[in-house]
């Protein structure tokens, strides 16, 4: 500060100083002629700055001006994500630092932008205090470390900057669990088997690929497609023996996500069955062959083993074997008594099916009887006795030995009822004057075979 002609001396007092950045004036006291501040800008641009003297007792009051251009202060970003690595689907948090570079200084604000190199999208998000934060989950692994961008926008008195940084992937560890429906199952009975994959924490998302089922019994493995999550196939366990069942199910893994196993048991009960007997021709007769068939059947396949028949007639049973689920025997009933008979067909079972009975009725019928009478001598004389002999025998499809009685008859002679010996009745008659005689044999039935009547002509000369 100088004294203008003729004035001369050195100006005492103060100036104040005006920055024309927004920021409040400062006064400073001369010294020898001069004041001196200093001032930090706070915002770029060509900025007015004005010094007014004040004035003192000797000095009037002045004034100068000049301008000052501030440039935006460069800056720096860094960039870092944590944690690092990650397994597909954690979630990342990625930090970007910005700060001026001197002789700049303050704290920047404004906007970073992130890149995340995975073909997402960017993601802005705002400075505070220097700081933008943001989180991003990488849904797939990958073989070479994804690049990291963080981009600041700049502001009004901060230039734009970035920095970089990578963020290493790994594949999410699994689980893998494994189930069958209906469990227990019976042999031959279609079984659902269903494994569910899923990601393990901190890994996040829905593994995709195949899983491999193994059953346990001996058959070859099968292979499924996962859809969400989930995969099935069908399994028919064909026998019991061996169960419980280990049953493993082993997913494949992806490129995000690892292998896992998973395991279970699954139980193969015998299987239930259903006997059923039926008999032909029914109703038979007493002597006629009787065929009896019984039926051994399962949801789960075909049953075999043997069948016993037990005919209800105090006769021994019998067995036979089965043969595409059906075995049969043949059976004589050779009395009424006790009809309808209980006919019963059991199941005895085997390893996987389960034992089972059926029960019917036979009803049994008299069979049908001829009857033929002879007469010897014949032709008699008026002086002969003659010998009346009934033979009974069973009409098809009876058979069997006839018991019981024959009445045996001439006319004018009083008729005899004689016993049956082997099918056959005898009796003597005396003898008769000349003529023709009609001589009869009636059968008088049995509890097993119906009555019948012979005829025969009989002349006495």
């Not at 960039?79 to 689907?89: E, I």
């Not at 991003?136 to 008195?157: F, I």
């Not at 030995?401 to 009445?407: E, I």
């Amino acid at each position: 500060m100088a004294s203008v002609a003729p004035g001369t001396g050195t100006p005492t007092g103060t100036v104040t100083f005006a920055f024309g950045d927004g920021s409040p004036s400062v006064t400073a006291p001369l010294a020898g002629g001069q004041a001196t501040v200093t001032h930090t800008s706070t915002a770029s641009g060509p900025s007015p700055l004005t010094a007014t003297y004040n004035g003192d007792a000797d000095y009037t009051p002045s004034n100068n001006s000049n301008t000052q251009t501030v440039n935006k202060a460069t800056t720096t970003t860094a960039l870092v994500s944590s944690p690092d690595p990650t397994v597909a689907g954690q979630s990342v948090t990625l930090t970007a630092t910005v700060a001026a570079v001197a002789p700049g200084a303050g704290t920047p604000t404004g906007t970073v932008t992130f890149s995340f190199g995975d073909g997402t999208g960017s993601t802005t998000a705002t400075l505070n205090g220097g700081i933008a934060t943001v989180t991003h989950t990488y849904t797939a692994a990958s073989a070479t470390a994804y690049p990291l961008t963080a981009t600041y926008n700049g502001g009004t008195n901060f230039t734009t900057s970035s920095g970089s940084d990578t963020q290493t992937v790994n594949k999410a560890a699994t689980a893998t669990a494994v189930s069958s429906t209906p469990d227990p199952s019976a042999a031959g009975q279609e079984v659902t088997v269903t494994a569910a994959v899923s990601a393990l924490a901190p890994g996040a998302g829905t593994p995709t690929g195949t899983v491999t089922f193994s059953f346990g019994d001996g058959t070859g493995s099968a292979t499924a497609t996962l859809a969400g999550g989930i995969a099935t196939v069908t399994h028919t366990y064909t026998t019991k023996t061996g169960s419980p069942f280990p049953l493993t199910a082993t997913y494949n893994g992806d490129a995000s996500f690892t292998t896992s196993n998973g395991a279970a048991t699954h139980t193969v009960n015998q299987n239930l069955t259903t006997t059923t007997v039926t008999s032909s021709p029914d109703p038979s007769v007493a002597g006629q062959s009787v065929t009896l068939r019984a039926t051994v059947s399962s949801v789960g396949g075909v049953p075999n083993g043997k069948v016993t028949f037990s005919f209800g007639d105090g006769t021994s049973s019998v067995a036979a074997s089965l043969s595409g689920g059906v075995a049969t025997v043949t059976h004589t009933y050779t009395t009424t008594t006790g009809s309808p008979f209980t006919v019963t067909a059991t199941y005895g079972g085997e390893l996987s099916y389960a034992a089972s009975s059926g029960t019917d009725t036979q009803t049994v019928n008299k069979a049908a009887t001829l009857t033929t009478v002879v007469a010897a001598p014949n032709p008699a004389t008026t002086g002969d006795r003659v010998t009346l002999t009934a033979t009974v025998t069973p009409v098809a499809p009876g058979a069997g030995t006839p018991s019981g009685t024959v009445t045996l008859a001439i006319p004018g002679r009083t008729p005899q009822t004689v016993a049956l010996v082997n099918g056959k009745a005898s009796a003597s008659f005396n003898p008769l004057p000349k003529g023709i005689y009609t001589v009869t044999g009636n059968y008088n039935g049995d509890v097993s075979f119906a009555g019948s009547t012979g005829l025969t002509l009989l002349t006495v000369a």
